[in-house]
């Protein structure tokens, strides 16, 4: 996925220009309910409005930000509909009595849409994250996230007909919500139950909590990309995202893995007055040195002083965010990249100075590994090897915890590329891999499912394989890569595929991830259809139902929410019942308007090798695209799969960008796995390194051959 062939600037009236829109990621073109970007123009339009507050030069409301070094996640503790981002603009323009100003650069809705609060060109601080407002754009998501708030009740309905005390899918509770006005919103949103065993840090389950949808996490993960290049935010990630500093007032245990980890480590401990080697000895004085830096020995922000009263802040945790002693922006020698709002923490203590003001922000049921992997370019290994042997257990992520690392599964591998050559054969239909039947196979990259069979009874007729389309971006200017140029269209397709132990009604570990994406989106659907067939009375639910999310000078791109929910319920079951026969299926095409696409994540488990007795390799992994690229060991050849009944169906299919279409013919460019994957993450690494910032002794530094280990002990 990527953020946008262009960057193009925002209309000063705040509505995102209709040529940037066409132009964005595919999925927002293809609707996952409301996708789309807009703004609340009062906010940009109204400056004499905008509430007054100096606290030196970093927390004026409205002025130009030097630097904008991270992004931070926010959730909203309370309504996940349109409406929040009005309430935003009405802090923002002094049209409310409390908390004037405060809030993000943007809002992203349950349903998808992306708001635009204020202008962005050029960039303006707002206040979000108190002392990193003036480094830092902060994104709010509409999400009851880290707080027990809002039981459900009037606005909310259960839209199944199971008790309250059984789950509708495993682990999992579904209900829609409605917003109180009703002009707008009907959202199927999803709460964990006691036996949810997805990703988060369920050491804080418990209470009324939802999970993020899927139109959430797809709309963030296009708009932090946009932003990582409008910005030049690197796209990197805390080593352990769920971390807070209210938890690591004390042990500078996790401190020390998260700065060990970062492309700026060496910055970052030089600033602390400490050195790299310090931080890998981990020697006892690292430890006391942490303990005895808190804010009675240094006070950050002067002006607060009476509010913090010496109570539960550690400084040194609070300068890795953000250098409070350096005195511009552009200097700033901290952070640089993605982070919660709950890291950095809150600069204030409660007015009884016996607690922080923390909170756990964007709650903990955020997926920060699957946001990560979405927001990232890079192409991983497709299994995982020792030195010696394939590893049969899957990764982590899959169920992150708090203590779950984020890393990269290409450049922290346990092996090295000769030990995937190894066991590596060429065959006429790609690179064979011989592997254990227990071996996890998983997405190389973010794209969009476009054919898949599901082997349901191991014979060789079903052999499964998944047929991904990825976007590519490698024309560079410079050293950084071009997003103003279109990208080019690579397919990856992964036969000899087993699937044991599937479930077509329920989500699974033993699913794919894509499957069980699609599951839950199938259900919600249908769950959504027959409660409004049921409650033909329930007059709000019927209006969100026919709420259409695009404004109306943008063409009607988004059907009415619950005419979205009609067509993915239609096409779902199709693709559905061919999967259940052992059948291929064709999915959606990211023209407009239709059903959603079934979208692939980076490192999204897809199957097992499947040791048929015409492919004793068991694996098979093939890298084309219509367009010549400049990969090494590069191949102009006919596929050897372009006579099989599904590449003859998806060959006819009319995308709504004619280089997506597979060629009918077969002629494609072949790409031998271990050669694609060294260049275009040779390319994505260089593009990212300059937008860290590493200087020293005055001067940029060059960059490195590869990124920082981030398998950190």
């Known amino acids: 996925m990527r953020s946008c062939s262009r960057r193009l600037d925002f209309h000063r009236s705040g509505i995102l220009p209709s040529e940037l829109w066409s132009r964005l990621d595919p999925f927002l073109r293809a609707r996952h309910a409301d996708s789309v970007m807009e703004a609340r123009p009062n906010a940009a ?31 909203t503790s309370g309504w996940p509909t349109h409406q929040s981002a009005d309430n935003f603009v009405d802090q923002y323009t002094c049209r409310v009595a409390q908390r004037q100003g405060v809030g993000p650069q ?20 707002t206040w979000h994250s108190t002392f990193l407002n003036g480094i830092a754009f902060g994104i709010e998501n509409g999400d009851i996230g880290d707080e027990n708030i809002r039981p459900p009740g009037v606005h909310w309905r259960a839209l199944t007909t199971k008790p309250a005390d059984q789950e509708d899918l495993a682990g999992m509770k579904l209900f829609g919500v409605v917003h109180p006005t009703g002009d707008e ?179 903990p049921y955020f997926d920060w590994h699957r946001f990560a992997r979405e927001v990232w370019d890079w192409w ?78 191991a014979t060789p007729a079903h052999t499964g394989f998944a047929l991904c389309r990825h976007e590519v971006f490698h024309r560079v200017n410079g050293v950084s890569i071009d997003y103003d140029h279109p990208p080019s269209y690579v397919y990856s397709l992964t036969t000899y595929m087993s699937h044991p132990f599937l479930d077509f009604e329920n989500v699974s570990l033993n699913n794919p991830d894509w499957l069980n994406r699609f599951i839950v989106r199938l259900f919600e659907c249908n769950s959504a259809i027959a409660f409004k067939k049921a409650h033909a009375g329930d007059a709000s639910f019927n209006t969100g139902w026919n709420h259409v999310p695009v404004p109306a000078d943008e063409g009607g791109r988004l059907l009415a929410r619950g005419a979205q929910m009609e067509r993915d319920a239609a096409e779902y079951q199709v693709c559905k019942a061919d999967l259940r026969l052992g059948d291929y299926t064709l999915f959606p095409l990211e023209n407009i308007p239709g059903a959603t696409p079934v979208r692939i994540i980076l490192g999204d488990f897809i199957g097992f090798p499947d040791h048929v007795p015409n492919n004793p390799d068991g694996i098979n992994i093939a890298l084309f695209s219509r367009e010549e690229l400049p990969v090494p060991g590069r191949a102009q050849a006919v596929s050897a799969w372009k006579n099989e009944d599904w590449w003859v169906a998806a060959s006819a299919l009319v995308e709504d960008d004619a280089a997506k279409n597979l060629p009918a013919d077969g002629m494609v460019w072949h790409y031998p796995m271990m ?3 060294p260049w275009i993450n040779d390319i994505t690494w260089t593009s990212e390194w300059d937008k860290y910032g590493v200087m020293k002794d005055g001067a940029r530094v060059a960059r490195p051959p590869q990124p920082k280990s981030r398998r950190i002990k």
Request: with cysteine; proline share 6%.
């Open 45 to 75: 339009n109204q400056p004499t409005h905008w509430p007054f507050f100096s606290n030196g030069a970093r927390s004026t409301f409205g002025d130009e930000m030097s630097a904008v070094h991270s992004i931070v996640i926010h959730e």
């Open 106 to 125: 943007f809002y992203v809705s349950a349903g998808g849409t992306a708001f635009q609060l204020i202008y962005i060109d050029p960039a303006r601080l």
């Open 185 to 363: 919103d009907v959202i199927p949103i999803w709460f964990p139950t006691a036996k949810y065993q997805g990703p988060g840090d369920l050491t804080h389950i418990g209470g009324f909590r939802m999970l993020f949808t899927e139109a959430n996490y797809r709309t963030l993960a296009l708009l932090c990309r946009y932003l990582a290049e409008q910005l030049k935010v690197p796209r990197n990630f805390t080593l352990l995202p769920y971390e807070e500093r209210a938890a690591n007032v004390d042990n500078v245990a996790n401190f020390r893995k998260i700065v060990l980890a970062d492309e700026r480590a060496e910055m970052i401990t030089a600033m602390l007055g400490k050195t790299v080697a310090d931080f890998t000895a981990n020697a006892a004085t690292l430890q006391q040195w942490y303990h005895d830096d808190k804010i009675a020995a240094r006070d950050p922000n002067p002006a607060l002083a009476h509010r913090l009263r010496g109570k539960r802040h550690n400084v040194a945790w609070s300068d890795f965010c953000e250098d409070l002693g350096t005195a511009t922006a552009a200097n700033k020698r901290c952070y640089r990249g993605f982070l919660s709002h709950g890291l950095p923490g809150a600069i204030n203590i409660k007015e009884d100075g016996t607690d922080q003001d923390d909170h756990p922000c964007p709650g």
């Open 380 to 457: 991983w290994y497709p299994f995982d090897l020792t030195s010696v042997a394939p590893i049969e257990f899957t990764r982590p992520y899959r169920q992150a915890r708090r203590d779950t690392q984020l890393i990269s599964y290409y450049y922290d591998v346990d092996s090295a590329p000769q030990d995937y050559e190894r066991i590596r054969s060429l065959a006429a239909s790609g690179d064979g891999f011989n592997l254990t039947d227990a071996t996890p196979i998983y997405a190389m990259a973010n794209g969009v499912l476009v054919a898949a069979r599901i082997n349901v009874d």
């Open 675 to 677: 050669k694609f994957l």
